[in-house]
């Protein structure tokens, strides 16, 4: 079994410089391949990266890499705006002279506003360069992260399959034995009828086997017992092989459910019904499942 699911997360931590990040990657299921990304302002390239990746290592699912990064250090100027210290004393300095207010203090002062600017600096183009550098292969570990569960999931989801597509197999087989009574008794179920009717006129029998051999034909169900071991096949060789097989397992799905109708409709015996019904049950089990395989 070399196939995989379509749910997982992966993640993984970074620093780098004065920045610490987490790149994450998940998954759920999906027709189609499609990749978004959520990172922080400034890193809009690696928007690239990941969906490169994600390229790379799957061909189904909605996935979801995000990478969340912050500053450990401040890395910022402080300074007193002494202008605006002056303007703020010239402005109280005609009330300490009246004894309306006492001096300002420095605490005071420096609460007010402007008295301190901070000035972030520019970020060292190289150094930013190397930090974009280490989170892009970052993401790239989250993707192998998420590859290494949706592998996991496909182990799990192996032995499910091949249980449900061994179930369809003996119902199937159980659906043949039963199917090779049903001639005899249509013809004694029309026969009973027809003697209901009119009793015993001379060539009744005749009749009786012609009308028979008709609904016979009707209700042969040997074509769709053997489609449906066919797809059993089918199913199986797909299970063992390698590479993605979920598009084409679902498509399997949906030929099991024709042939399963058609075996329903055409029964003529309870007992066949009930094998046609239980056999749908499987059926809607396997293509549940198989949604999730990539």
């Not at 003697?195 to 009744?204: K, Q, S, V």
């Amino acid at each position: 079994m070399a196939f995989s699911g379509m749910t997982g997360f992966g993640r993984v931590e970074g620093v780098a410089g004065d920045w610490t990040w987490a790149a994450e990657a998940r998954s759920v299921n999906g027709r189609n391949l499609d990749v978004r990304f959520r990172g922080p302002p400034g890193f809009e390239s690696l928007e690239r990266i990941a969906r490169d990746g994600a390229q790379a290592r799957f061909q189904r699912g909605q996935i979801t890499v995000g990478l969340q990064a912050k500053r450990t250090e401040s890395q910022a100027q402080v300074r007193i705006n002494l202008d605006q210290v002056e303007r703020y004393l010239a402005v109280t300095a005609a009330l300490v002279a009246d004894g309306r207010a006492s001096p300002p203090s420095l605490d005071g002062l420096l609460a007010l506003r402007g008295v301190i600017e901070v000035a972030e600096t520019d970020a060292d183009p190289e150094a930013l360069a190397q930090v974009e550098a280490a989170m892009a292969v970052s993401i790239s570990g989250a993707l192998e992260a998420l590859k290494t569960a949706r592998d996991g999931e496909g182990v799990a989801l192996s032995g499910v399959l091949m249980g449900l597509t061994d179930k369809i197999a003996d119902l199937t087989r159980q659906a043949e034995d039963l199917a090779t009574g049903q001639p005899e008794v249509l013809k004694a179920r029309f026969e009973r009828r027809m003697r209901e009717l009119i009793g015993d006129p001379a060539g009744l029998d005749e009749r009786i086997v012609q009308e028979a051999a008709a609904m016979a034909v009707k209700v042969d169900v040997r074509e769709e017992l053997d489609r449906l071991a066919g797809h059993v096949d089918s199913a199986r060789a797909m299970l063992s092989g390698d590479g993605p097989v979920g598009r084409r397992l679902d498509f399997l799905t949906q030929e099991f459910m024709r042939e399963a109708n058609t075996l329903c409709s055409k029964s003529a015996l309870s007992a066949l019904t009930a094998v046609g019904l239980e056999l749908k049950a499987v059926i809607e089990q396997l293509r549940e499942q198989v949604q999730n395989v990539e």
